[in-house]
Each structure stands twice: as structure tokens, then as C-alpha cells.
């Protein structure tokens, strides 16, 4: 009987409220088919650990607290990549905040989802990362769409980049919970055409409060 390797790797959690990061921990324990590490440290000293980490972790997931400012997201998201550029990040939040999602894909982000989804979204959203996509969760996409519909409040579309008809549809089926490879197969792309496709997508998108 020939045994499967399970693939190796360390998790940080940037920590904000800790009953929420127990829950991440323990979903992080369901993925029988990766060998998980998991670590964990406080956001608010989030610049002084990067700085002396030497564990090298993989990803990141990032709980970003409430009323964080898009520019201090920024500067912490810069301070990542400098020290660990190859690490992917995660980015997570009890409610949905349009400037985290501006910031999506930005600086190794790779996707971002909310504290309050259920778990199996949750881990939807990192089992996509961790084989290697952008991924944003089923709620994140609702709460987006329904920004766009008041983009003259909250959202714009750079006018000179207009969403086109693939990318409404895409958007559209990623709102409704539709997996990521059905979308892909549907739109005949394959992973990296689908990773510069999403990433095209939120190029255009200016998230204002």
C-alpha cells in the first residue's frame, strides 16, 4: 500500500480577539491532508514579530481589527512582504470592511473572509489558498456586490475600466457560493489565467467609506 506524503507547512495567526483565533486554530486542525503548524501572535505587535521571526511560516492570516485604517493595513502589509516575501496572506474580519477588501491581492494577499461565515466556507476559502489560488469568501463577494449596486455612495468603477460581461458573470457565480473550479471550467481558464483574472477585477474596484 503506497503511503501519501502529506505537504508541510506554518501558519501564522495575526491575533485581534482570541475566541475567534481558537476557532481558526481549530479548523486549521481539519485538513487531515496537509501537516499544519500553527502559530500565533498578537496584530498589535504584529511589526516587531515579523521582524525577528525566523519559523519562515508559509501564510498568514491576518484578523484585522475593526475601524483599521486602509493606509495602516497598507503599511503592515508592506512590512510583511519586506520580511517574508514569499508568504501568502490571508486576510480575515468580523464584518466586511470595503477597505480591506481594497487591499485585497495587494502585497501577497491572497484572499479574505469573515469571522462570522460558517466554518465550511471558512474552509473553503483556505483550502483554495493553500492549493495555490486568490480566493474570496461567498460573504465577501455578497457584501461587494451589493456595495456595487450603490457604487455612487460606496464603490466606484474606475470609468475608464469598466467591469466587462466575463467578469460580471464571474463575479456574480462567485457571489452565489459556486466553486471556484466549476467558474474556472465554465470560463475555460486555467488556475494562474484565473488568479490574473481576479486580480484584474479588484484593479479596477476604488472601495471608499
Known amino acids: 500500500m503506497e503511503l501519501k506524503c502529506k505537504s508541510a507547512f506554518t501558519v501564522h495567526i495575526f491575533e485581534s480577539i482570541s475566541i475567534y483565533t481558537l476557532g481558526i486554530a481549530g479548523l486549521l486542525t481539519d485538513f487531515e491532508e496537509y501537516e499544519i503548524t500553527k502559530t500565533i501572535s498578537p496584530e498589535s505587535s504584529l511589526d516587531k514579530y515579523v521582524k525577528k521571526d525566523s519559523s519562515g511560516a ?44 481594497s487591499v485585497t491581492f495587494y502585497k501577497g494577499v491572497k484572499g479574505y473572509f469573515l469571522l462570522s ?8 476559502v483556505l483550502t483554495k489558498i493553500f492549493e495555490g489560488e486568490v480566493m474570496l469568501s461567498e460573504k465577501v463577494m455578497h457584501y461587494y456586490l451589493k456595495l456595487k449596486e450603490k457604487q455612487n455612495v460606496s464603490v466606484l468603477i474606475n470609468k475608464n475600466a469598466m467591469l466587462n460581461l466575463q467578469e460580471e458573470s464571474a463575479l456574480e457565480m462567485l457571489s452565489q457560493g459556486i466553486q471556484i473550479d466549476i467558474i474556472r471550467d465554465q470560463l475555460n481558464m486555467k488556475t494562474k489565467k484565473w488568479e490574473t483574472f481576479v486580480k484584474g477585477i479588484f484593479d479596477k474596484i476604488i472601495c471608499m467609506n
Do not use: G
Open 58 to 101: 508559509e501564510f498568514y492570516i491576518y484578523h484585522v481589527p475593526e475601524n483599521y485604517s486602509e493606509v495602516e493595513l497598507q503599511k503592515n502589509l508592506r512590512t510583511l512582504s519586506k520580511y517574508n516575501p514569499a508568504a501568502k496572506v490571508i486576510l480575515c474580519s468580523v464584518n466586511f470592511s470595503a477597505p480591506i477588501l
Open 117 to 124: 461565515e460558517n466554518p465550511e466556507k471558512i474552509k473553503l
